[in-house]
T-cell receptor, first 109, second 112 residues
Framework: GQQLNQSPQSMFIQEGEDVSMNCTSS?????WLWYKQDPGEGPVLLIA?????ELTSNGRLTAQFGITRKDSFLNISASIPSDVGIYFC?????????FGAGTRLTVKP | NAGVTQTPKFQVLKTGQSMTLQCAQDMNHEYMSWYRQDPGMGLRLIHYSVGAGITDQGEVPNGYNVSRSTTEDFPLRLLSAAPSQTSVYFCASGKGPNQPQHFGDGTRLSIL
């Protein structure tokens, strides 16, 4: 089956720092999605990517769909305390949506 | 604007019991799905539906049944609960399988 490898598993950063996380796979995906999950809630969509090479921003967040269609990254610039949470990548292909294991982000004020 | 509503929020079952997790959405989305979330494993797709009357298996379907009699509702049934089914279950809906999914707040299920 298609597996997603998400890294890093966790990050501890200082407020104001930039953050980068990524997902890789041995399989090709046609869509990459990035979600954020707060405690006790369901994931909420941050960015959706539909074309290889696509670079999309949403405020301080920027994500890219890798040119090989096997990877994607998410950058957060100038982190703030409310960025705390778990970030998930998700890849879609042939009616199959796979999620990474998540990156747990802690931001120290 | 309710979005995706899941009930119950918490449930404790004994091994062998059956139960139904409810999911309803008010966005007229054709695509609905169920995931389970276990520590360190992200979300894994259990079953999905591309429209009323149509369901299919995801990555981890064993021990679960679904039905889709209406566009709005997509219940998940545990036929005979096992401790391995202890997890947090999320229902999601979207315009299509590769479109952004709207998630409910989850049902935390413990099987003793």
């Amino acid at each position: 089956g298609q597996q997603l490898n998400q890294s890093p598993q966790s990050m501890f950063i200082q407020e104001g720092e930039d953050v980068s996380m990524n997902c890789t796979s041995s399989s090709i995906f046609n869509t990459w999605l990035w979600y954020k999950q707060d405690p006790g809630e369901g994931p909420v969509l941050l960015i959706a990517l539909y074309k290889a090479g696509e670079l999309t921003s949403n405020g301080r967040l920027t994500a890219q769909f890798g040119i090989t269609r096997k990877d994607s990254f998410l950058n957060i610039s100038a982190s703030i305390p409310s960025d705390v949470g778990i970030y998930f990548c998700a890849g879609y292909n042939n009616n199959d949506m796979r999620f990474g294991a998540g990156t747990r982000l802690t931001v120290k004020p | 604007n309710a979005g995706v509503t899941q009930t119950p929020k918490f449930q404790v079952l004994k091994t062998g019991q059956s139960m139904t997790l409810q999911c309803a959405q008010d966005m007229n989305h054709e695509y609905m799905s169920w995931y389970r979330q276990d520590p360190g494993m992200g979300l894994r797709l259990i079953h999905y539906s591309v429209g009323a009357g149509i369901t299919d298996q995801g990555e981890v379907p064993n021990g679960y049944n679904v039905s889709r009699s209406t566009t709005e509702d997509f219940p998940l049934r545990l036929l005979s609960a096992a401790p391995s089914q202890t997890s947090v279950y999320f229902c999601a809906s979207g315009k299509g399988p590769n479109q952004p999914q709207h998630f409910g707040d989850g049902t935390r299920l413990s099987i003793l």
